[in-house]
Protein backbone atom coordinates (compact mmCIF):
# COMPACT_ATOMS: atom_id res chain seq x y z
CA UNK A 1 0.00 0.00 0.00
CA UNK A 2 1.51 3.27 -0.97
CA UNK A 3 -0.52 5.15 2.08
CA UNK A 4 2.15 2.66 4.58
CA UNK A 5 5.18 2.86 2.09
CA UNK A 6 5.01 6.62 2.40
CA UNK A 7 5.12 6.61 6.21
CA UNK A 8 7.30 3.94 6.33
CA UNK A 9 10.21 5.75 4.54
CA UNK A 10 9.28 9.05 5.49
CA UNK A 11 10.90 9.41 8.98
CA UNK A 12 14.55 8.85 8.80
CA UNK A 13 17.08 9.26 12.00
CA UNK A 14 19.51 11.09 9.66
CA UNK A 15 17.46 13.68 8.78
CA UNK A 16 20.53 14.89 7.07
CA UNK A 17 19.64 12.62 4.22
CA UNK A 18 16.87 15.10 3.45
CA UNK A 19 18.05 17.19 0.95
CA UNK A 20 18.99 14.20 -1.38
CA UNK A 21 15.63 12.28 -1.44
CA UNK A 22 13.84 15.27 -2.16
CA UNK A 23 16.58 16.20 -4.48
CA UNK A 24 15.72 13.18 -7.21
CA UNK A 25 12.94 10.60 -7.79
CA UNK A 26 15.21 7.85 -7.22
CA UNK A 27 17.56 6.65 -4.29
CA UNK A 28 19.68 3.84 -4.10
CA UNK A 29 18.57 2.17 -0.65
CA UNK A 30 19.38 -0.93 1.10
CA UNK A 31 17.42 -3.64 3.78
CA UNK A 32 19.04 -2.66 7.05
CA UNK A 33 18.53 -5.52 9.46
CA UNK A 34 17.82 -4.47 12.63
CA UNK A 35 16.16 -4.67 16.28
CA UNK A 36 14.43 -2.27 18.50
CA UNK A 37 14.20 -2.04 22.36
CA UNK A 38 11.58 0.65 22.80
CA UNK A 39 10.34 1.60 26.62
CA UNK A 40 12.68 -1.79 27.73
CA UNK A 41 10.94 -4.04 25.33
CA UNK A 42 12.54 -5.90 22.28
CA UNK A 43 10.49 -5.34 19.19
CA UNK A 44 11.15 -6.72 16.08
CA UNK A 45 9.24 -5.04 12.87
CA UNK A 46 6.67 -7.70 11.18
CA UNK A 47 7.17 -8.18 7.16
CA UNK A 48 5.04 -5.71 6.41
CA UNK A 49 7.49 -3.16 7.38
CA UNK A 50 11.45 -2.88 7.16
CA UNK A 51 14.21 -0.42 8.55
CA UNK A 52 16.23 0.92 4.90
CA UNK A 53 19.84 2.39 5.14
CA UNK A 54 20.58 5.36 2.66
CA UNK A 55 24.15 6.66 2.84
CA UNK A 56 24.63 5.52 5.59
CA UNK A 57 22.05 6.57 7.61
CA UNK A 58 18.68 4.35 8.73
CA UNK A 59 15.88 5.18 7.59
CA UNK A 60 13.15 3.61 10.53
CA UNK A 61 9.09 2.74 10.15
CA UNK A 62 7.65 5.48 11.14
CA UNK A 63 4.03 4.31 11.99
CA UNK A 64 5.15 1.06 13.24
CA UNK A 65 7.59 3.16 15.63
CA UNK A 66 5.16 5.55 16.74
CA UNK A 67 2.63 2.62 17.40
CA UNK A 68 5.12 0.95 19.25
CA UNK A 69 5.16 4.51 21.68
CA UNK A 70 1.04 4.20 21.81
CA UNK A 71 0.63 7.06 19.14
CA UNK A 72 -2.08 7.74 16.46
CA UNK A 73 -0.24 8.06 13.18
CA UNK A 74 -2.05 9.13 9.84
CA UNK A 75 -1.35 10.43 6.74
CA UNK A 76 -2.77 13.25 4.27
CA UNK A 77 -2.28 12.66 0.88
CA UNK A 78 -3.82 16.36 -0.24
CA UNK A 79 -0.90 17.66 1.57
CA UNK A 80 1.63 15.12 1.92
CA UNK A 81 1.85 15.39 6.07
CA UNK A 82 2.22 12.72 8.56
CA UNK A 83 0.47 13.44 11.83
CA UNK A 84 2.04 11.75 15.12
CA UNK A 85 -0.62 12.52 18.28
CA UNK A 86 -0.99 11.40 21.55
CA UNK A 87 -3.86 9.06 22.50
CA UNK A 88 -5.96 7.75 25.03
CA UNK A 89 -6.06 4.19 22.88
CA UNK A 90 -3.15 3.26 23.88
CA UNK A 91 -3.65 3.96 27.90
CA UNK A 92 -5.26 1.96 30.64
CA UNK A 93 -8.93 2.80 31.63
CA UNK A 94 -9.66 4.37 34.67
CA UNK A 95 -12.78 2.99 36.50
CA UNK A 96 -14.71 5.19 38.90
CA UNK A 97 -18.38 6.62 39.41
CA UNK A 98 -18.05 9.05 36.10
CA UNK A 99 -17.14 6.00 34.00
CA UNK A 100 -20.47 4.95 34.40
CA UNK A 101 -22.31 8.48 33.70
CA UNK A 102 -20.43 8.66 30.91
CA UNK A 103 -21.04 5.27 29.63
CA UNK A 104 -25.01 6.47 29.66
CA UNK A 105 -23.96 8.76 26.86
CA UNK A 106 -22.48 6.35 25.19
CA UNK A 107 -18.87 6.44 25.14
CA UNK A 108 -15.83 5.69 27.17
CA UNK A 109 -14.13 8.03 29.42
CA UNK A 110 -11.26 10.05 27.82
CA UNK A 111 -12.18 8.63 23.89
CA UNK A 112 -13.85 11.17 22.07
CA UNK A 113 -15.92 8.65 19.62
CA UNK A 114 -18.73 6.50 21.21
CA UNK A 115 -21.33 4.78 20.06
CA UNK A 116 -22.76 6.13 16.68
CA UNK A 117 -19.58 7.89 15.73
CA UNK A 118 -19.32 7.51 11.62
CA UNK A 119 -16.49 5.12 10.51
CA UNK A 120 -15.29 7.63 7.65
CA UNK A 121 -14.99 10.84 10.72
CA UNK A 122 -13.06 7.96 12.43
CA UNK A 123 -10.66 6.85 10.37
CA UNK A 124 -10.53 10.81 9.27
CA UNK A 125 -9.32 11.46 12.81
CA UNK A 126 -7.21 8.83 13.99
CA UNK A 127 -5.81 7.25 10.62
CA UNK A 128 -5.64 3.96 9.31
CA UNK A 129 -6.88 1.11 11.68
CA UNK A 130 -4.81 -1.54 12.78
CA UNK A 131 -6.64 -3.82 12.16
CA UNK A 132 -10.15 -5.63 10.39
CA UNK A 133 -11.78 -8.50 11.56
CA UNK A 134 -14.61 -9.84 12.67
CA UNK A 135 -16.26 -11.12 16.05
CA UNK A 136 -19.80 -12.26 14.66
CA UNK A 137 -19.66 -8.80 13.06
CA UNK A 138 -17.40 -6.89 11.36
CA UNK A 139 -14.62 -4.50 13.57
CA UNK A 140 -11.95 -1.38 13.07
CA UNK A 141 -9.33 -1.68 15.79
CA UNK A 142 -6.97 1.37 17.11
CA UNK A 143 -5.09 0.00 19.87
CA UNK A 144 -7.18 -1.41 22.12
CA UNK A 145 -10.28 -0.43 21.15
CA UNK A 146 -12.61 -1.96 18.67
CA UNK A 147 -15.15 -0.15 17.02
CA UNK A 148 -17.95 -2.11 15.37
CA UNK A 149 -19.46 -0.21 12.49
CA UNK A 150 -23.19 -1.20 11.67
CA UNK A 151 -23.85 -1.40 7.87
CA UNK A 152 -25.27 0.52 5.67
CA UNK A 153 -24.75 3.81 7.66
CA UNK A 154 -21.64 2.57 8.76
CA UNK A 155 -21.92 4.07 12.20
CA UNK A 156 -20.15 2.57 16.00
CA UNK A 157 -23.13 0.11 17.32
CA UNK A 158 -20.66 -1.36 19.90
CA UNK A 159 -17.06 -0.71 20.87
CA UNK A 160 -14.64 -3.47 22.45
CA UNK A 161 -11.66 -2.47 24.76
CA UNK A 162 -9.35 -5.44 25.25
CA UNK A 163 -5.35 -6.21 26.29
CA UNK A 164 -3.40 -4.32 28.17
CA UNK A 165 -5.83 -1.05 28.15
CA UNK A 166 -7.95 -3.26 31.25
CA UNK A 167 -5.80 -3.13 33.99
CA UNK A 168 -8.47 -4.92 36.71
CA UNK A 169 -9.97 -8.07 38.09
CA UNK A 170 -13.85 -8.94 38.13
CA UNK A 171 -13.56 -8.36 41.97
CA UNK A 172 -11.89 -4.44 41.88
CA UNK A 173 -14.40 -4.00 39.14
CA UNK A 174 -17.18 -4.89 42.22
CA UNK A 175 -15.25 -2.76 44.72
CA UNK A 176 -15.43 0.52 42.16
CA UNK A 177 -18.57 0.10 40.11
CA UNK A 178 -20.48 -1.72 42.85
CA UNK A 179 -22.94 -4.46 42.51
CA UNK A 180 -23.62 -5.28 38.96
CA UNK A 181 -26.52 -4.91 37.63
CA UNK A 182 -26.40 -8.54 36.26
CA UNK A 183 -24.49 -11.34 35.74
CA UNK A 184 -22.23 -12.59 38.15
CA UNK A 185 -22.56 -15.66 36.61
CA UNK A 186 -21.46 -17.22 33.29
CA UNK A 187 -21.10 -15.34 30.05
CA UNK A 188 -21.95 -15.61 26.90
CA UNK A 189 -18.51 -16.43 25.79
CA UNK A 190 -18.18 -18.62 28.47
CA UNK A 191 -16.28 -17.82 31.50
CA UNK A 192 -17.68 -15.16 34.01
CA UNK A 193 -19.12 -11.32 33.33
CA UNK A 194 -20.67 -8.57 35.00
CA UNK A 195 -23.07 -6.53 33.70
CA UNK A 196 -23.83 -2.51 34.12
CA UNK A 197 -27.18 -0.83 32.74
CA UNK A 198 -26.06 3.03 31.86
CA UNK A 199 -29.02 4.74 30.75
CA UNK A 200 -29.73 3.09 27.58
CA UNK A 201 -26.36 1.21 27.05
CA UNK A 202 -24.91 -1.65 28.84
CA UNK A 203 -21.19 -2.07 29.75
CA UNK A 204 -20.27 -6.03 29.96
CA UNK A 205 -16.92 -7.23 31.69
CA UNK A 206 -15.92 -10.41 31.04
CA UNK A 207 -13.05 -12.44 32.65
CA UNK A 208 -12.10 -16.11 32.96
CA UNK A 209 -12.96 -16.60 36.07
CA UNK A 210 -14.63 -14.52 39.38
CA UNK A 211 -11.53 -13.74 40.45
CA UNK A 212 -10.14 -13.35 37.04
CA UNK A 213 -8.77 -10.40 35.12
CA UNK A 214 -11.06 -8.65 32.68
CA UNK A 215 -10.33 -9.73 29.29
CA UNK A 216 -12.76 -7.43 28.03
CA UNK A 217 -15.41 -4.48 28.05
CA UNK A 218 -18.14 -4.52 25.43
CA UNK A 219 -20.21 -0.51 25.27
CA UNK A 220 -23.66 -1.17 23.66
CA UNK A 221 -26.98 -0.50 23.71
CA UNK A 222 -29.34 -2.38 25.92
Not at 40 to 63: I, S
Request: hydrophobic share 35%.
Amino acid sequence: MVRKFVLGLACGIGLTAATAVYASDLVQVYLFPSKYVINGQLKEPDGEYATLNHNGHAYVPVRWVAENLGKLVKYEQANQTITIEDTNLSKPIVLDKEFLTIASKGKIKGIEYGIGANREEVIRQWGEPHQAGSWQTSYLRWHHYYYFFWEPEGNAGAIRIAGDAIPYRLPEVRELLGKPTMGEGEGVDGGWSYVYQAGEYQVFFHAESAEGKVTYITLKKK
